[in-house]
């Protein structure tokens, strides 16, 4: 296996299409000098003034020495169109992306490469969907979003190719017709679905669980997603035990995996799916196709599915230094140049109803408002709760008809053309059930096989007869199966608005008010405020199912598996001032084994969360105050649970020569991953080793275990098993156990010496450990100009999945980093100037501005910086102060 980060499909076509550029760049670059490229001409204009279209008053930028804006205005209008302006002017190129792959128009940028994509993206409708919700905002909000879109096009007006980016003399080098069209409110909504697909909770194991069951019997399916362990690892508004693993002893009682007789929260499977008895091959390998077409998409916030997750915990004043509370919050996402955050203050001078804003926090550069951050009386944080919210259907589909409930119902139709940069423009058609769109047809293929194959496999009930057409009763079968996909995001939400809601919300209450609103995707939200409150609460769309789990595809062509509404939102879980003076939410199972409302089957296992809440606990029993200090420390939490479980039985193995010299650093740890580590170096190669030699050969591409929660469950559960089939691999001739650690831990040894040299003690887990901070469109070129140009790094580091400190890495791939804490956050209710926070990257997308990458040495070794928010510690600290005029 490489060493390379997985990347989508995408991402490698474009690569491709540049080799070209990257010759062509080499030249120029070599004959005639960077300087040529004057890459400074389009770095933002920080000081002084400048005037402004559409502005009704002044409005004031002032911006510390990392480049963060704080925005102070008479009007909400022109405290948005002031965003607008300040995110054009540091982010541009990266909104421009965004709204070309949100809405399907990456063809425009980068030829028929794209076309593929372009269409998968186009039948999801993302850009559609966003366009309804524009129209259905209220007057107030949408005067938002128009504001934030004018500020742009005033930017726009006066900047343009080079002189906005650097990104745009590179694409001219290939596309030198393209031109930047004018921001509008639907480029903005539309990003809040690229959020949606992204964070889009099961889907893939959805598919995981259709491929395994296949050629697994449902009991070894569930041993490869196990249910969560709440008797082990705390839930966010029920239990908060926790379990601090012993030597090689399993965290959790292991289930047995049978079928229960009706499907429930904990059912791992659908109990109508029985094991799969006939077309394997084509079954799997077309479910293969369909996993592929879903990563043709470019990741914008990260890998979808559950790796990519979050922490964020509060904890009452009772329990401070200060006596009012703090709130943490490190969400993981992929890493990207510029990170995906963009860092801004948004301050009305006097807080009145026409302007009621006085916020800071995290925004998304296309996006206005503030989205993690605090106001002047409280604080959020988000994880992702990760409900079930999009559902696969196996559709009967004839000709343009498909058959629901015994009779043929119309697809519905939509023709759309997508323009090609140096190409003829295609025409596509999107068929879609009343499920949702047809996912088929992107590489000039069906995935009717899939379906096709799917119901004999998985024992499902057969689709009628009652929709035949003329030509089926002559004898002449038309028929098809295909895959529909219904999804939350699909429909048009009240999200748009939330997000102004949120940025207003005073108390309790309100915050409640504006959680009720983010709709799509589904967070999980901390809670403080200034009167020393705290709460969590869970919003979204999360649909009730007429039957099943939606934990495998099903039946399209009845109604007994749709959706029969949405869980309530006053029956989704909350908390406020709970007795044990802290919430710790890390993508955990909201609520406790018998909720009464199905959230999910596919929860984050809880090892974080289970650390998170053991270290608070900890401090809290020996009476030690809470400090901002101490909330920062344990977001650096380096303590790995599989480490702790899995090594005392690796000490027992019995080895020789080199890979005996290397157990010994097995000897004393403490099981953190540091990135100096040895000991960590070593383990974790056989972390990954010993998942490859488990599960090669097994099941399809190891049943996606990339060596996280799900891994760390399944690994742990056979600790206690030696004699396991699991352990064994006629493919390497291990039997048991001790054979496959030996096996495993012996080439460990030998795979170490070849990464970090010959002897054990100069081993360090940073060394293999790192972190390329990648543009999101050139970076990933494979061009070493355009790479040199754009990219930054490699950054060694410590931490890994499934840790507090989430630094994860792809066992399937390598070691290298492929997502991480995006930004770190303390807030302190007590005095506002006291909370700290940091980037992964810089406030600009300007490849060499000085702050371009500014904050990553520090977000490396777990620094931060002041977060100051009054005015007078803002004016006092301020390195640029730029005033935009209305003009006259």
């Not at 964070?199 to 069951?213: F, G, K, P, Q, T």
């Not at 769309?541 to 007429?546: D, E, F, G, N, Q």
């Not at 999910?600 to 020996?622: F, H, K, P, S």
């Not at 909370?835 to 060499?848: C, E, K």
């Amino acid at each position: 296996m490489g060493t390379d980060a997985p990347r989508s499909k995408g991402h490698r076509r474009i690569r491709r299409l540049l080799i070209a550029l990257g010759v062509v760049l080499s030249l120029v670059l070599v004959t005639a000098g960077l300087g040529v490229w004057t890459v400074t001409r389009s770095f933002p204009t920080l000081s002084g003034s400048v005037d402004i279209e559409g502005l009704s008053n002044p409005v004031t930028v002032t911006r510390d020495e990392a480049g963060i804006p704080q925005i102070t205005a008479k009007t909400a209008a022109d405290l948005f169109l002031a965003e607008g302006y300040v995110h054009a002017q540091d982010r541009f190129w990266e909104m421009d992306f965004r709204r070309h792959v949100t809405s399907g128009r990456l063809s425009e940028l980068f030829g028929e490469s794209q076309v593929g994509t372009d269409t998968f993206v186009r039948t999801l409708g993302w850009r559609a969907v966003a366009e309804q919700e524009v129209a259905l905002l209220d007057p107030v909000a949408l005067g938002y979003y128009q504001s934030y879109a004018d500020g742009v096009n005033a930017y726009l007006d006066t900047h343009d190719g080079a002189d906005l980016s650097l990104e745009y003399a590179v694409l001219g080098l290939q596309n030198p017709g393209y031109e930047v069209e004018p921001w509008t409110p639907a480029d903005s909504v539309a990003w809040l679905k690229a959020m949606a697909w992204d964070l889009r909770s099961n889907l893939d194991d959805e598919i995981d669980r259709a491929l395994l069951s296949t050629t697994l019997t449902p009991t070894e399916v569930n041993q490869l997603h196990p249910e969560y362990p709440a008797g082990a690892h705390p839930t966010i508004t029920g239990s908060q035990t926790v379990v601090v693993p012993s030597a090689g002893a399993p965290e959790a009682a292991e289930p047995t995996g049978e079928p229960t007789a009706e499907p429930s929260a904990s059912t791992g499977l659908d109990s109508t799916v029985e094991p799969a008895s006939a077309s394997v091959d084509s079954y799997a390998g077309a479910l293969t196709e369909l996993r592929a077409a879903l990563s043709t998409i470019p990741e914008l916030l990260g890998p979808a599915g559950g790796e990519i997750g979050s922490n964020s915990w509060v904890v009452a004043g009772s329990l401070t230094n200060t006596g009012m509370p703090l709130l943490a919050n490190d969400p993981h996402l992929g890493p990207a140049l510029p990170s995906v955050w963009y860092q801004v203050g948004l301050r009305c001078q006097s807080i009145t109803a026409d302007c009621p804003f006085d916020v800071a926090g995290y925004s998304f550069s296309g996006l206005p408002g503030v989205i993690i951050g605090h106001t002047e009386r409280i604080a959020w944080g988000f994880t992702n709760l990760g409900p079930d919210v999009a559902d696969l259907y196996i559709e009967k589909i004839t000709g343009d008809s498909y058959e629901f409930d015994g009779a043929a119902k119309p697809l519905l139709l939509r023709d759309e053309k997508i323009s090609v940069a140096g190409g003829d423009d295609v025409k596509i058609e999107i068929r879609s059930t009343e499920h949702g769109p047809l996912l088929s047809g992107f590489d000039g293929t069906t995935y009717q096989r899939i379906a096709s194959d799917y119901p004999k496999a998985a024992g499902l009930p057969t689709a009628s007869s009652g929709a035949e057409s003329g030509a089926e009763a002559s004898g002449v079968d038309l028929t098809t199966y295909e895959l529909s996909l219904q999804w939350t995001a699909l429909t048009p939400g009240r999200t748009a608005s939330a997000i102004f809601a949120l940025n207003q919300a005073t108390d309790w209450t309100s915050f409640r008010a504006a959680a009720e609103l983010f709709e799509v995707p589904a967070q999980n939200l901390t809670y403080a405020d200034v009167e020393g409150n705290i709460g969590y609460q869970a919003p979204g769309l999360v649909p009730i199912r007429a039957s099943g789990n939606g934990t495998l595809p099903v039946p399209g062509w009845t109604s007994e598996y749709g959706w029969t509404g949405y869980i309530p939102f006053d029956a989704l879980p909350s908390t406020f001032n709970p007795p044990s003076g802290y919430i710790v939410t890390a993508n955990n199972a909201a609520a406790d084994p018998g909720s009464p409302n199905l959230l999910t089957a596919d929860w984050d296992l809880g090892y974080r969360a289970n650390q998170i809440t053991a270290r608070l606990q900890e401090l809290i029993a020996v009476g030690t105050p809470l400090t901002a200090e101490l909330m920062s420390d344990i977001q650096g939490d380096n303590y790995s649970a599989i480490a702790a479980a899995l090594v005392p039985r690796l000490q027992e193995v019995r080895l020789t020569g080199s890979a005996a010299e290397a157990q010994q650093l097995l000897d004393g740890w403490d099981y953190q991953v540091d990135a100096d580590s040895a000991a960590a170096a070593y383990f974790n190669v056989i972390w990954r080793t010993l998942l490859k030699d488990m599960f090669t050969g097994k099941v399809d591409d190891g049943a996606h275990l990339t060596g996280g929660d799900r891994a760390f469950s399944v690994v742990t559960s056979l600790l206690s098993q030696p004699d396991s089939p699991w352990w064994s691999n006629p493919t390497y001739g291990t039997v048991g156990q001790e054979s496959m650690l030996r096996r495993v831990m012996t080439n460990a040894a030998a795979e170490s010496a070849d990464l970090m040299g010959s002897d054990p003690t100069d081993w360090q887990w940073g060394s293999i450990h790192t972190l390329e901070l990648k543009n999101a469109s050139f970076g990933e070129s494979g061009i070493a100009p355009l790479e040199w140009l754009f990219n930054r790094g490699p950054y060694e580091l410590a931490g890994g999945p499934a840790v507090v400190n989430a630094v994860g890495w792809d066992a399937t791939q390598g070691y290298q980093v492929d997502w991480v804490p995006s930004m770190r956050q303390v807030i302190s209710l007590e005095n506002f100037d006291d909370s700290t926070w940091i980037n992964l990257t810089g406030a600009s997308g300007h490849a060499f501005h000085s702050n371009y990458t500014d904050q990553a040495p520090l977000w490396r070794d777990h620094e931060t910086r002041p977060w100051l928010f009054t005015p007078a510690t803002i004016n006092d600290d301020a390195a640029d102060t730029l005033t935009l005029e209305p003009a006259a």
